[in-house]
């Protein structure tokens, strides 16, 4: 079983800033991809940040400029630091990973729990 178990969020005034945090944990053998999702009311899930297979990183344009995706492969982390925030940033942020459990010959597909960030204007 793997998981993946955020922690951040919460509310915040424009201008500010908000850290998330993501850590997987389980029957790990290999994480090709980690990265974070968000989803506003009535709008479909987006990429706002994340690493490849090759590790280079991916930005939302709408983000760049103001959050930076970091990890840290020893403890199967990912972080995303979120700066001069916005009330358009309002959404729950999702952390998503490719993780090849034990066992298997693949990757598959995980998400966590979902964390709410409020940008109030």
């Known amino acids: 079983q793997v998981q993946l178990v955020e922690s951040g969020g919460g509310l915040v005034q424009a201008g500010g800033s908000l850290r998330l945090s993501c850590a997987a944990s389980?029957?790990?053998?290999?994480?090709?991809?980690m990265g974070w999702y968000r989803q506003a009311p009535g709008k479909q899930r987006e990429l706002v940040a994340g690493f490849t297979r090759s590790g280079d990183t991916n930005y939302a344009d709408s983000v760049k400029g103001r959050f930076t995706v970091s990890k840290d492969n020893a403890k199967n982390t990912v972080d995303l630091q979120m700066n001069s925030l916005k009330p358009e940033d309002t959404a729950v942020y999702f952390c998503n990973a490719d993780i090849r459990p034990w066992g298997y010959e693949r990757g598959r597909d995980y998400w966590g729990q979902g964390t709410q960030v409020t940008v109030s204007s």
């Open positions: 389980g029957n790990i053998f290999r994480i090709y991809t």
